[in-house]
């Protein structure tokens, strides 16, 4: 399954919680799935976490996909139960699911899923039934099985997965293992970091650019002050530029595809400007094409949207 499943999505839209307001949040996560184990019960108590040990069953949502998952799934094994409310099947695998992950000690760990709550999790996967299990490795899917299975052919299922991951997979820290030494923090990067989550960002945005001038081969750096430079400009747009921009007003495209792509529309915005390419010609058709590719900057060069703007606006060019 590596590679054939593309997860971004939920990357984002994990980004996007995180940057909403907190008037705004995402709802709690929802309490259990259809079974509750020792596992799960053990993971908490009345005062919070009884200890700083990961849980072995975690409850995740759309929201937390990214750092319980995705994130995790570089130290360790990540099964993701995919369940509903409704179904059976599903009553009768969690509990075998929550015991065997109770019993891995710290080798992998189950990440709950209800899809009904969290339905872009199982679109993501192409998930057309439930149960459905998908153990995930370095951020990637790496085997499914759908259905009730035995415990015993569960763990034999794990096993080989990790006989083949295993050694690629940082792990979880271990009783009596010795703490690697971290590595020195740059001041200037930490300066930079404490005025972004501060929220000024026209600070961190100059201090960022100093880093990316004083060292041009520090990709970070440079990508974040494209990002923060981007997310200045877009926010001085009036919104409704969206609807009452001209489709040959150069200027009003520009205002408008930052819009779009500030709500997190990129193929929307991608195709204001390939139109204005398409319409104009000159320095302003120039200024359209040189616009584009600086917002095709903001995004992996791979991604699907972005691979296909390119098509788009070289047919426009030619």
């Known amino acids: ?18 940057n909403r307001p907190p008037s705004r949040g995402a709802s709690p996560a929802p309490a259990g799935g259809p079974a509750t184990s020792a596992a799960t019960a053990g993971a908490t108590g009345a005062n919070g976490p009884a200890s700083a040990a990961p849980a072995a069953v975690v409850d995740v949502t759309e929201e937390t996909f990214e750092a319980e998952v995705l994130a995790r799934s570089e130290q360790v094994l990540v099964l993701v139960d995919l369940w509903a409310t409704w179904c059976g099947p599903c009553k009768q695998l969690s509990p075998v699911l929550e015991q065997l992950a109770a019993d891995a000690d710290g080798q992998w760990v189950l990440a709950k899923v209800d899809i009904d709550a969290n339905p872009r999790i199982a679109q993501a996967f192409g998930v057309q039934s439930v149960p ?7 951020g990637q899917p790496v085997a499914a099985f759908q259905g009730v299975q035995p415990a015993a052919q569960i763990t034999g299922w794990v096993n080989e997965i990790l006989a083949k991951v ?6 979880m820290p271990t009783e009596g293992a010795s703490t690697p030494t971290p590595e020195p923090v740059d001041p200037q990067v930490a300066a930079a970091e404490q005025l972004l989550e501060s929220g000024d960002l026209a600070a961190a945005a100059q201090a960022y650019r100093a880093i990316a001038d004083s060292d041009p081969g520090n990709l970070e750096a440079a990508s974040v002050v494209r990002n923060l430079d981007f997310m200045m400009r877009a926010q001085q747009h009036d919104p409704a ?45 120039t200024a359209a094409r040189t616009r584009l590719l600086s917002l095709f900057e903001l995004f992996d060069p791979a991604e699907p949207f972005v691979v296909a703007a390119r098509r788009k606006l070289a047919s426009a060019l030619f």
């Open 1 to 18: 399954m590596t590679g054939a499943v593309d997860l971004s999505a939920l990357k984002e839209r994990a980004d996007a919680a995180r």
């Open 132 to 138: 459905t299990v998908i153990a995930i490795a370095l």
């Open 166 to 171: 295993g050694d690629r997979l940082t792990g």
């Open 241 to 285: 530029i969206v609807d009452s921009a001209a489709a040959d007003d150069r200027d009003g495209q520009f205002a408008a595809a930052d819009v779009l792509l500030l709500n997190q529309q990129p193929e929307a915005a991608f195709d204001r400007l390939i139109t204005l390419v398409r319409l104009t010609a000159g320095e302003d058709r």
